[in-house]
C-alpha cells in the first residue's frame, strides 16, 4: 500500500530536550516536504526536498532541521525544542519538483512541548 | 509570496444543504488550486483540484469554480451528509516557482448536523 508512514504519532518532551520525528515513503517519490498545522493558520511548510542531499527552507524553518540521505526517508530534528514548536506536524511527497497532482500526507505526529 | 486566505474559518450546514468555502490567493502566477479534506486524526487528503485554464471542475457531489480575473476560488458541497464534516483546506500552487511551495488557506472547519 502507498503511504507516508510517520512515528512517533504523539509526543510529549521538555524543553530543550533533542527530538526527531521520522519520515518514510513507500513510492519512490522525489520530493518531500514538511509541515506544520496550528490553528487558523493552516499547513505551513517547515522544510522540503527536492531530491537526496538536497533540501530547502520554508516558510518557518527556525529552529528545525532536516536531512535526506536517502529517497525513501526525511526526519524532522527539533534540535533544542521550545513550546511554541508545540504543533501537529505532516510529512508530505510528491512524485517529483515539476509534478503537480496529489500530495500524499502522512498522518501526522502531535508534539508537545512542555 | 503567496498568501491565500479562507473563508469561514468555521461552518456548519443541516445535512442535505449545501456548503460554500471560499479562498482568496494574492499571485496571479499560480495556476494549480488544489482542495484538501482533513479527518479526525488524519493526514489532508486531496479531494478535487481545478487549473487555472478551468473554470469549473465538478465529481459528484463537489464542485470548484475559479475565477482568475479576480483571484478566488472557491468549494461547494451539495446535498452534504454527515460524512462531509472535516476540515476543509484550499490551496495555490504556482508551477515553476522556486522550491515548488504549495500555499495552504487557514482552513474551514465544516459540521453537518443530521
Known amino acids: 500500500e502507498a503511504q507516508v508512514t510517520q512515528n512517533p504519532r504523539y509526543l510529549i518532551t521538555v524543553t530543550g530536550k533533542k527530538l526527531t520525528v521520522t519520515c518514510s515513503q513507500n513510492m519512490n517519490h522525489e520530493y518531500m516536504s514538511w509541515y506544520r498545522q496550528d490553528p487558523g493558520l493552516g499547513l505551513r511548510q517547515i522544510y522540503y526536498?527536492?531530491?537526496?542531499?538536497?533540501?530547502d527552507k520554508g516558510d518557518v524553518p527556525e529552529g528545525y532541521k532536516v536531512s535526506r540521505k536517502e529517497k525513501r526517508n526525511f526526519p524532522l530534528i527539533l534540535e533544542s525544542p521550545s513550546p511554541n514548536q508545540t504543533s501537529l506536524y505532516f510529512c508530505?511527497?510528491?512524485?517529483?519538483?515539476?509534478?503537480?497532482?496529489?500530495?500524499?500526507f502522512g498522518e501526522g505526529s502531535r508534539l508537545t512541548v512542555l | 509570496g503567496e498568501n491565500v486566505e479562507q473563508h469561514p474559518s468555521t461552518l456548519s450546514v443541516q445535512e442535505g444543504d449545501s456548503a460554500v468555502i471560499k479562498c482568496t490567493y494574492s499571485d496571479s502566477a499560480s495556476n494549480y488550486f488544489p482542495w484538501y479534506k482533513q479527518e479526525l486524526g488524519k493526514g489532508p487528503q486531496l479531494i478535487i483540484d481545478i487549473r487555472s485554464n478551468v473554470g469549473e471542475k465538478k465529481d459528484q457531489r463537489i464542485a470548484v469554480t475559479l475565477n482568475k480575473t479576480a483571484k478566488h476560488f472557491s468549494l461547494h458541497i451539495t446535498e452534504t451528509q454527515p460524512e462531509d464534516s472535516a476540515v476543509y483546506f484550499c490551496a495555490a500552487w504556482a508551477i515553476g516557482a522556486a522550491g515548488n511551495k504549495l500555499t495552504f488557506g487557514g482552513g474551514t472547519r465544516v459540521l453537518v448536523k443530521p
Open positions: 526536498s527536492m531530491n537526496v542531499e538536497v533540501t
Open positions: 508530505a511527497s510528491l512524485p517529483d519538483r515539476g509534478h503537480t497532482g496529489e500530495l500524499f
